[in-house]
């Protein structure tokens, strides 16, 4: 995965006030730590940095007064109604550390038909490689019959991840869907409706 070039600059003002400013002028406070340096009040650029945390595990080149650190979001706050970022925390990697991180389960295939497939388990924790970190875990539920349930210790995991969640945690299950008596009864009634 190749990093995502961010211009930053230091931030002097704290507070509310100061961090609504530089929302105001398109830009995102953020602080950046780790490896035991002390944490730097940056503010990236708005519109680039929101682009780039949609994608899951970024890696970040943070250029600050011409020295590039290489790092990744370990929060993102976002407003709960506007759904702007208000704030990233940004972890320091290198290139070659493992470092933790949250990755997406994604489901492909279908399964037997007559059945559906339930996610249980939205996210993996998984240690990689911080410039190697995986973007999802593909899930195949191709075929599965009713009754199956995936575990995360039998996914394939993306090369070079080691698992952390739990082996035991089921990812995924195949049901057959099922239909309650109100359902039924109203979709009876509809049926009885339409053929009058």
């Known amino acids: ?61 943070i250029e600050l007064e011409g020295k590039a650190t290489l790092a990744i979001a370990k929060d993102v706050q976002r407003d709960p109604v506007k759904n702007v970022i208000e704030h990233v925390d940004l972890l320091i990697v290198r290139r070659g550390e ?34 190697h970190l995986p973007e999802h875990v593909e899930v195949s539920i191709e075929g599965l019959e009713a009754g199956t349930a995936l575990t995360a210790g039998e996914l394939t995991l993306p090369k070079g991840a080691a698992l952390v969640t739990d082996a035991e945690t089921i990812v995924v299950t195949v049901t057959v869907p099922t239909v309650s008596a109100e359902d039924r ?12």
């Open 98 to 131: 493992k470092v933790s991180v949250e990755v997406p389960v994604t489901v492909v295939g279908e399964s037997a038909p007559g059945t559906i497939h339930i996610v249980e388990t939205q996210a993996l924790a998984l240690e990689a490689e911080a410039t």
């Open 1 to 61: 995965m190749s990093e995502v070039k961010l211009a930053a600059t230091a931030r002097t003002e704290f507070g509310k006030g100061a961090a609504r400013r530089l929302r105001r002028a398109h830009q995102i406070p953020a602080v950046l730590y780790g490896h035991g340096t002390e944490p730097v009040h940056v503010a990236l650029p708005g519109h680039e940095t929101m682009l780039a945390v949609k994608q899951a595990n970024a890696l970040f080149e």
């Open 185 to 196: 009864a109203a979709d009876e009634a509809e049926a009885e409706a339409a053929a009058e």
